[in-house]
């Protein structure tokens, strides 16, 4: 290959995460609420019936369609069908950083104002409950930080023989920080906790 026609594909190259045509992609939105003249989060207690994470807390979102143009349609388009609202309900769309899980999906976060929010009709299929937090409490409360570490095992029959070390080769454990919110009897906790405590830190 000549070097001219590398330098095209690199020049037209745009860089994204590596690897990502394999990765799931999901979309959810961090739902803004006024109530009592006060900004409130709201949040969704996942359907004991649904086969991934039954009874966890969340936010509304789901896996991008075919038929979805853009990740923020998704996020809308599952909050509609989790909240039973109309997208007209759903204004001040705006993105946050997206996040690329170790479990191959990359999420994109948004937040977006419900108006009418007294209208909500969760969609029992997969949801069991709505709850709104106050913003302050969240400005006046940050989270708790625990640490889950995971060790590295490579497979039977790993080719020791080919790195420096063998057998003996140093791998660096893994540290992940998990973040808690504790509010009344709620846990907030995992990938909600994350993405919430980034818009904590962007609205700041």
């Given at each position: 290959?000549?070097?001219?026609?590398?330098?095209?594909?690199?020049?037209?190259?745009?860089?994204?995460?590596?690897?990502?045509?394999?990765?799931?992609?999901?979309?959810v939105?961090?739902?803004?609420?006024?109530?009592?003249?006060?900004?409130?989060?709201?949040?969704e207690?996942?359907?004991h019936?649904?086969?991934?994470?039954?009874?966890?807390?969340?936010?509304?979102?789901?896996?991008?369609?075919?038929?979805?143009?853009?990740?923020?349609?998704?996020?809308?388009?599952?909050?509609?069908?989790?909240?039973?609202?109309?997208?007209?309900?759903?204004?001040?769309?705006?993105?946050?950083?997206?996040?690329?899980?170790?479990?191959g999906?990359?999420?994109?976060?948004?937040?977006?104002?419900i108006?009418?929010?007294?209208?909500i009709?969760?969609?029992?299929s997969?949801v069991?409950?709505?709850?709104?937090?106050?913003?302050?409490?969240f400005?006046?409360?940050?989270?708790?930080?625990?640490?889950?570490?995971?060790?590295?095992e490579?497979?039977?029959?790993?080719?020791?023989?080919?790195?420096?070390?063998?057998?003996?080769?140093?791998?660096r454990?893994?540290?992940?920080?998990?973040?808690?919110?504790?509010?009344?009897?709620?846990?907030i906790?995992g990938?909600?906790?994350?993405?919430?405590?980034?818009?904590?830190?962007?609205?700041?």
């Amino acid at each position: 290959m000549e070097l001219d026609k590398i330098n095209s594909k690199l020049k037209n190259h745009s860089p994204f995460v590596l690897g990502h045509q394999e990765f799931s992609k999901f979309a959810v939105l961090l739902p803004l609420v006024l109530k009592d003249n006060e900004i409130h989060i709201l949040f969704e207690v996942r359907s004991h019936k649904m086969r991934r994470q039954p009874g966890e807390i969340c936010f509304p979102g789901g896996r991008m369609d075919k038929e979805d143009k853009t990740e923020q349609d998704t996020a809308v388009r599952e909050t509609t069908e989790e909240l039973g609202i109309i997208r007209d309900q759903i204004k001040d769309v705006f993105p946050l950083d997206y996040l690329v899980s170790p479990y191959g999906m990359i999420v994109y976060p948004y937040t977006g104002l419900i108006t009418e929010s007294e209208s909500i009709k969760p969609n029992p299929s997969e949801v069991d409950e709505v709850f709104q937090v106050p913003l302050s409490f969240f400005i006046e409360n940050p989270p708790k930080i625990h640490h889950i570490y995971s060790k590295i095992e490579p497979e039977e029959g790993f080719p020791y023989e080919l790195i420096p070390g063998g057998e003996n080769y140093n791998w660096r454990p893994g540290k992940i920080d998990e973040l808690f919110y504790i509010y009344e009897d709620k846990a907030i906790w995992g990938l909600t906790a994350k993405i919430l405590t980034h818009f904590m830190e962007v609205i700041r």
